[in-house]
Every structure is written in C-alpha cells, then in structure tokens.
C-alpha cells in the first residue's frame, strides 16, 4: 500500500492556473510491478467523483475529453511525484482533488478501480 499527500494553493483566481503535486511513499511510480496507474480525480460540492486524467507507469497520459484542453499531468521520477496542471480556472472548478493509484485497471478512468487515495486537497477558485 502506498501513501498519497496532495498538496497545493487552496484558493486560486477565475483565469489563474493550478498546480498540484501529489507525492507518493511506499511505492516508485515508475514500478508497474507494484502500481500501474496514477489519476486525478476531483469532486465538485455536492456531485460525484470526475476522472480527470492518468499517468502510467510508463509516462504515458490520458485525459478526461471534457478537460483536456485545461488539463497536464507530468511526473518527476527522482522526487517520486505526480503533477497536476490546470490553466484558465473557473468557479466550477471548485472542488476537492485527489490523487489516486491504481494495481491494475481496465478502464483507467473508474474511480472504482483505483485502490488507494491522498486525502484530498481543497482547491476554491474565487475573486
């Protein structure tokens, strides 16, 4: 089992972009032995969970089509960490981010298959 800890602005400006990190113990993000996948994964007040994209193991990236436009997720091997890059923010976007890990997946983008989760991190964008 692997540890996630998100981290970034809690409150960011309509228009400004957010950046979140999201670092990983327990475990390389590099290692499709232990983890395969590695998502952001957010939930506005009051709805469901929306994937919002994936690096794997690999360093290959898929995006959610509705975000992909606004959406970058990037890694760093040597700091164990996954980024999430979000331009061009809206009130909408107001929600709590999670990172997530998932073994193995078949879709990439169920929230249902991912097997642990960072604790989440409140993003807020307002004027």
């Known amino acids: 089992q692997v540890q996630l800890q998100e981290s970034g602005p809690g409150l960011v400006k309509p228009s400004q972009t957010l950046s979140l990190a999201c670092t990983v113990s327990?475990?390389?993000?590099?290692?499709?032995?232990?983890?395969?996948?590695w998502s952001w994964i957010r939930q506005p007040p009051g709805k469901g969970l929306e994937w919002m994209g994936v690096?794997?193991?690999?360093?290959?990236?898929y995006y959610s089509p509705s975000l992909k436009s606004r959406t970058s997720i990037s890694r760093d091997n040597a700091k164990n960490t996954v980024y999430l890059q979000m331009n061009n923010l809206k009130p909408e976007d107001t929600a709590v981010y999670y990172c997530?890990?998932?073994?193995?997946?078949?879709?990439?983008?169920?929230?249902?298959?991912?097997?642990?989760w960072g604790q989440g991190t409140q993003v807020t964008v307002s004027s």
């Open positions: 997530a890990a998932a073994k193995s997946t078949i879709t990439l983008r169920a929230p249902g298959e991912y097997d642990d």
């Open positions: 327990g475990g390389a993000i590099t290692a499709s032995a232990s983890y395969y996948a």
């Open positions: 690096i794997a193991y690999d360093g290959v990236t």
